[in-house]
């Protein structure tokens, strides 16, 4: 009985000790690795813009970005003053580890459509942990390198299903869009820690400026 009795204790001991260090791990150092990887991402980003290698897109036939590849870097001052995140091509697993993800069928950054992006609530570097604090009339500003694209926030947060597709339509349903138009769709997972549900919000395009007339007054501090 004593040797069951021990056995078992030591199991369960193992058993907690393994739970812990999985919570670490995904409270932690997945957290750590992202905020790492993406750091490379906007350095990589930023390395190739100070080269001049990056021009405006064409009107008439605009490049495909990439998949799995960053091409823009996302700023939201009511996250923080030094919030800043790499938007990357696709929604894949590996891409979202890296940053924010552009869904691939949507429309591209600046264009008519929506342009409509997916990022971690939580693990991976919490990029959208405060989602929740987003609100009507706050700025999302983005720039490739040759343009600042300044988005206000018209809905949300609101929250669906994982099966509501349409939320990143060219024209999102429940947005309160009636027409086609520019504009801009973020996702993240609710609740904090899982997956049921979806929060989403809407903005649509507010201002353009090249980089060379400096940072737009949204994140002027």
């Known amino acids: 009985m004593r040797v069951i009795v021990r056995t078992v204790s030591e199991l369960c001991i193992t058993v907690g000790t393994l739970i812990v260090l999985f919570v670490v791990y995904v409270m932690f150092w997945t957290g750590v690795q992202a905020d790492r990887v993406m750091g490379d991402q906007i350095d990589r980003l930023q390395q190739r813009w100070s080269r ?32 800043n995140k790499p938007v990357l091509e696709g929604t894949g697993t590996g891409t979202l580890k890296k940053g924010l993800g552009h869904y691939a069928r949507t429309a591209r950054l600046g264009r008519k459509g929506n342009f409509a992006v997916a990022g971690h609530r939580r693990t991976y570097g919490d990029p959208f942990k405060d989602f929740p604090e987003l609100r009507p009339g706050d700025a999302v500003v ?4 040759t343009t600042w694209f300044t988005y206000r926030i018209d809905k949300g947060p ?13 024209v999102p349903r429940k947005s309160g869009y009636t ?3 520019r504009y801009l769709t973020l996702t993240t997972c609710d609740p904090e820690w899982g997956h049921s549900h979806r929060l989403i919000v809407w903005a649509h395009l507010d201002s353009t400026q090249p980089v060379e007339a400096g940072e737009p007054r949204a994140l002027r501090r």
Request: hydrophobic content about 30%.
């Open 52 to 83: 001049g290698s990056v021009q405006p897109e064409p009107v008439a036939t605009p490049r495909t970005y990439e998949p799995g590849a960053p091409f823009a870097i996302m700023y939201i001052p009511r996250l923080g003053s030094t919030w």
């Open 142 to 145: 983005l720039t490739d390198g």
């Open 158 to 170: 609101y929250k669906t299903v994982p099966t509501d597709v349409e939320v990143i339509d060219p």
């Open 179 to 181: 027409r086609p138009g």
